[in-house]
């Protein structure tokens, strides 16, 4: 029985002995095949010859000490084969007794863990690489982060000096804009006094013959007269300078308002050239801005407007103007019976200094002005298109705050 256990474990196992100096005295077919030594080339031999250069001698000393205490050794050990090839054994070193308890021999009992071994040691490794790895691509994405950072910087800084430049340029413009209309301003209230100064001659005129005739009644009635042309003289100086204030503050106010003032301003040229204005609905719907800003807007279409009949087509002079609410916008079409835009300026009537007119009659910036007013200043939009009998600009308007409170529809002929 026992030569049947001896038998059982030397098959499946890695079996040696060795004498007390640890000289081998014993291996079973299992140690040549791992070891690659025939058992003649081992017998004699100290078992350190498969001992593997990279285990330490305090590893050796451990074993050592173990089982000359008579105690069993067990650890899984690394060595080398003939050919300088490496193995793994789980291995335990007993101490064999005689019958006076002390040490005889020693058996060593193995078996072959080489192949787990490897693919544990190929695991660490793919593991070590990993980590590498993970440690590497946070460093790049540091790196990118910090490059992206960097570009952010860059672009917000350059994001910055263009629009502190078109900031700059638009100021320009509108200066430049300002003084053009300054240009046409004046030209206008020359054309709005230009009325007044013959009838306030011909009074002065009919007041020198009254005091020859001495005709008391005629010069109270001559003096009030020419008394109100003077005042309307001066309001209509007022309202032009009204205009050009700067620092005027945003507020709360019905389109109705802005219209009737740019009326006013250019009625006397709407008159002069037969044409009639027609004013239609919600025109107290409130919009906040600048009022006088809009009141520039709707100057620079009429005066479009009336500038088209000058060579427009013949027949019905109209200009209509048509409020009306649109979720919440004000939407205020200005349409002419002047026959409409050219064809290929449609295009570019908002670009600035884009004119179709003789550069006495116009600069081009007009639209581009009210455009830029009715976008930056009043949130909204301004568009062209031509509508059967001319041109149609649509006017959008974010309604003001208290929208809603004034949606009456408000019917009036101008
Ligand atoms: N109601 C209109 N009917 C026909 N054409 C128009 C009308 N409004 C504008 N246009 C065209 O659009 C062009 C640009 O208009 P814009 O008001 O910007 O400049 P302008 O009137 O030529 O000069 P200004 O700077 O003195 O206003 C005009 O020259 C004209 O050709
Ligand atoms: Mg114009």
């Not at 003289?233 to 300078?241: G, N, W």
Request: hydrophobic share 35%; aromatic share 8%.
């Amino acid at each position: 029985m026992l030569q049947q256990y001896v038998e059982a474990i030397e098959s499946s196992n890695i079996v040696s002995r060795t004498d007390i100096n640890g000289i081998i005295t014993f291996v079973n077919d299992e140690f040549c095949k791992i070891s690659g030594y025939s058992r003649e080339e081992l017998i004699g031999k100290n078992h350190n010859i498969v001992r593997h250069p990279d285990v330490s001698a305090e590893t050796f000393r451990c074993l050592w000490e173990t089982i000359l205490a008579k105690k069993t050794y067990k650890a899984t050990v690394k060595n080398r084969a003939k050919d300088g090839s490496t193995f793994y054994v789980n291995t335990t070193v007993i101490p064999i007794l005689d019958e006076r308890g002390e040490i005889e021999e020693f058996v060593a009992i193995r078996y072959d863990v080489t192949r787990e071994m490897e693919l544990r040691m190929e695991l660490e490794k793919k593991e070590r690489e990993l980590e590498q790895l993970n440690r590497g691509l946070e460093e790049r994405v540091r790196e990118q982060t910090r490059q992206l950072q960097e570009l952010n910087r860059n672009l917000e800084e350059r994001v910055r000096r263009e629009i502190a430049k078109n900031e700059e340029k638009q100021q320009m413009l509108l200066w430049q804009s300002r003084f053009a209309s300054l240009g046409q301003m004046m030209a206008n209230i020359a054309h709005q006094w230009r009325q007044p100064l013959t009838e306030l001659n011909l009074s002065l005129y009919s007041l020198k013959e009254a005091c020859r005739r001495n005709d008391v009644g005629e010069i109270e009635s001559l003096y009030r007269q020419s008394r109100g042309i003077i005042r309307s003289m001066s309001e209509t100086l007022e309202s032009f300078m009204e205009f050009f204030k700067p620092n005027r503050s945003s507020i709360t106010f019905p389109i109705d308002e802005s219209l009737r003032d740019a009326l006013a301003l250019i009625r006397k040229a709407l008159e002069k050239s037969a044409i009639e204005v027609r004013i239609e609905g919600e025109v107290e719907l409130p919009v906040s801005g600048i009022p006088n800003e809009l009141t520039q807007v709707f100057v620079n279409l009429f005066q479009n407007a009336r500038d088209a009949f000058e060579k427009g087509p013949e027949g019905d002079r109209w200009l209509r103007i048509h409020v009306s609410r649109d979720e919440d916008n004000a939407v205020i079409v200005v349409e002419d019976s002047a026959g409409g835009i050219p064809e290929e300026a449609l295009e570019r009537i908002f670009e600035p200094y884009f004119t179709t007119k003789h550069s006495s009659h116009g600069t081009g910036l007009g639209l581009f002005m009210s455009r830029m007013i009715v976008e930056k200043s009043f949130h909204g939009s301004l568009e062209a298109v031509n509508s059967l009998k001319g041109a149609l600009f649509i006017l959008k308007i974010p309604l003001a705050e208290t929208a809603g409170a004034s949606t009456s529809s408000e019917k009036g002929a101008s």
